[in-house]
């Protein structure tokens, strides 16, 4: 489980095809400090386990390898990544630690594609207090996004400013646009989406409560 909070850009060191999977190898000095074998960091809001064992880990300090089967390279944005892509990382969040996000899985639910960003006001310095950015969205999903709700997009927890039925927009601080991917976006970049659990289950309680599960 985690939070939606990331905590550093990443680089992608390689990519190794498997076959119908993939190994990717990463550097992240924070992220990896503490990085056992078995254990999990969400990259780009995809749940990931690292493959290397202790000793393997520190021989290669700041890095670590995980292994992607083919579902999540379909049902993801990571099938497209390469040597020298950023990606979004973040470690399991600790039992009684803050929850500065949300509730998030690292289980992809779809992805999406940037249609718009729009910078906002500008601040004294001229740079832009805010970015606007428009996602789409598939339509399965745009019950469980609601206006001021959240959604993880690249593993970042968000806050809904507008929701459609097939699109939504998030206003981005600057330290969200400096410290994740989601500031190097452009228009027509995919992403990862992962709606709120919490939606999920709601829906799923009241359907069998009406009777509409057998």
């Known amino acids: 489980m985690f939070t939606g909070i990331v905590e550093e850009l990443g680089e992608v060191l390689a990519v190794q095809e498997l076959g119908d999977s993939a190994r990717i190898r990463i550097r992240g ?40 089967m083919a579902e999540t390279l379909r049902r993801s944005s990571l099938g497209g990544l390469a040597e020298g892509s950023r990606v979004n990382l973040e470690r399991a969040m600790a039992l009684g630690a803050r929850l500065g996000g949300h509730l998030v899985q690292g289980h992809v639910d779809a992805t999406g594609t940037l249609l718009s960003r729009t910078p906002g006001q500008a601040g004294a310095d001229g740079s832009p207090l805010w970015d606007v950015l428009r996602f789409s ?45 989601l500031g190097l976006k452009a228009p027509g970049d995919a992403v990862n989406l992962e709606v709120d659990i919490l939606a999920k289950h709601v829906e799923r309680l009241l359907a069998a409560r009406e009777g509409a599960l057998s």
Do not use: M, Q, W
């Not at 074998?37 to 393997?56: K, P, Q, Y």
């Not at 806050?159 to 097939?166: P, Q, S, Y």
């Open 29 to 68: 000095p924070r992220v990896a400090e503490d990085a056992r074998h078995g254990e999990s960091i969400a990259v780009n809001g995809v749940c990931l386990t690292v493959v290397e064992d202790d000793a393997e880990l520190a021989d290669s300090p700041g890095e670590f390898s995980a292994d992607v």
């Open 137 to 181: 969205l598939p339509g399965r999903l745009a019950r469980y996004v609601v206006e001021k709700g959240s959604i993880a997009v690249d593993g970042v927890s968000l806050t809904v400013v507008e929701a459609g039925a097939d699109e939504f927009s998030v206003s981005l601080i600057p330290t969200t646009l400096a410290a994740t991917t």
